[in-house]
C-alpha cells in the first residue's frame, strides 16, 4: 500500500493575531507544546506560512495560512509490528479508540515485547501505509476489558494527556464486586500508594497521592453487585483499591481480593463509556462498550 501523506493542520491567521509570532500562534492558538514545536520546527516542511518554509520568530498577518506537520518523523519504533486482533470503534488521522478485551496487554515491555495492543496497532498503522508511532493517552490493566484512545502523533497525544482528570476527558466503568457497597451512592476518597514490599500491588495510605473514584450501585443479586465507577484521578489500580478498601473488592481481583476461577478469570473491570474532546478540531465525542460476555454471566 502506498503511504499516506502526512498528517497536517492548517490555520487562517485571524485579525486579531495581526503581528503575532509563528510561536505564538501555534502555541496559544493551536495549543501547541513547546516540546512538539521545538521537534517539527527544524523540519524542511515543518512550518509553511502560504506554502514557505518560516521559523518560528516570523510575524504573522491576517489571512495568512499556517500550515503545520503533525505526523511522527519517521514510523521506526524499538517494539515490532505484530498482526493481531483489533476491535476499532473510531479512527481518524489524529487518534484511534479500540475496545480491548480482557487478557491482552497494552503496551509493550518486558515479558511481552511482541503481544500486545500496541504491537497490534502499529501492524494496523502500517498496513495502512500510515506514518504513526505509539503516542498513549491512558492505560488499562491487563485483566481489565473495554475502550481505550490512543494518540497518533505527539501533538494529540499532548492534548488528550492535559484533559485527563478534566471536565473534557470522561471514563466510565462497569465492575462486579463481592457484596453491596453502602450508601449505594458515593465518593471514595483515599490516598493510594506502593505496597512497600511490591513493585505491582499498591494500598491505600496516609502519605500516598490524593486518589478519587465516584461510584453507584446499579443492581445487586447472589452477593455480587453491578457498580458505576468513575475516575477523578487516574492513580494504578485505582478502582481495584478502592473497592478493597471499602470491603467490596472486585469479583475475580487476585490481588486485592480472592481468585475465584470459577467466578471469573479476572478481576470483573469493564471501561464501558469514554468521552473526549477531539484535540484537533475540538468536537466532543463519545463511545461506549456493552458489558462482556463473563460479566454478564454473572448477573
Not at 478485551?101 to 498496513?127: C, E, S
Not at 481495584?240 to 473488592?249: D, F, L, Q, T
Not at 481468585?259 to 477531539?278: T, V, Y
Not at 463519545?286 to 454478564?296: A, G, K, N, R
Request: with cysteine; proline share 7%.
Amino acid at each position: 500500500m502506498e503511504p499516506m501523506p502526512p498528517r497536517r493542520v492548517q490555520l487562517v491567521v485571524r485579525p486579531e493575531w495581526a503581528g503575532m509570532r509563528v510561536s505564538s500562534v501555534l502555541r496559544y492558538k493551536l495549543g501547541m507544546s513547546g516540546t512538539v514545536l521545538r521537534r517539527i520546527k527544524w523540519q524542511e516542511d515543518g512550518i509553511l506560512l502560504d506554502g514557505c518554509r518560516v521559523h518560528t520568530n516570523v510575524t504573522v498577518q491576517p489571512g495568512q495560512v499556517l500550515d503545520v506537520l503533525l505526523s511522527d518523523l519517521t514510523a521506526e519504533q524499538p517494539f515490532p509490528a505484530t498482526e493481531g486482533p483489533l476491535h476499532i470503534v473510531y479512527e481518524d488521522r489524529d487518534i484511534i479508540v479500540v475496545d480491548k478485551p480482557a487478557g491482552l496487554v497494552v503496551h509493550p515491555g518486558p515479558g511481552h515485547y511482541g503481544d500486545t495492543l500496541g504491537n497490534f496497532l502499529l501492524w494496523h498503522y502500517a498496513q495502512q501505509g500510515e506514518r504513526a508511532k505509539l503516542h498513549p493517552v491512558h492505560r488499562l490493566d491487563k485483566g481489565t476489558s473495554g475502550l481505550i484512545v490512543t494518540a497518533k502523533h505527539p501533538f494529540a497525544q499532548d492534548r488528550l494527556r492535559l484533559q485527563l482528570h478534566t471536565g473534557d476527558f470522561s471514563r466510565r466503568y462497569l465492575a462486579l464486586c463481592l457484596g453491596t457497597p453502602e450508601p449505594a451512592e458515593g465518593v471514595i476518597d483515599l490516598p493510594i500508594g506502593r505496597c512497600e514490599d511490591s513493585i505491582i500491588q499498591r494500598q491505600v495510605r496516609p502519605d500516598g497521592d490524593a486518589a478519587r473514584t465516584g461510584y453507584r450501585v446499579l443492581r445487586s443479586s447472589r452477593g455480587l453487585s453491578l457498580v458505576r465507577l468513575e475516575l477523578e484521578t487516574g492513580r494504578t489500580h485505582q478502582i481495584r483499591v478502592h473497592m478493597a478498601a471499602i470491603g467490596h473488592p472486585l469479583a475475580g481481583d487476585f490481588l486485592y481480593g480472592a481468585e475465584n476461577h470459577g467466578l471469573i478469570d479476572r478481576p470483573a473491570l469493564h471501561s464501558a463509556e469514554l468521552a473526549l474532546k477531539h484535540p484537533v478540531t475540538g468536537e466532543y465525542l463519545t463511545w461506549t462498550s456493552p458489558l462482556p460476555e463473563d460479566m454478564q454471566r454473572l448477573l
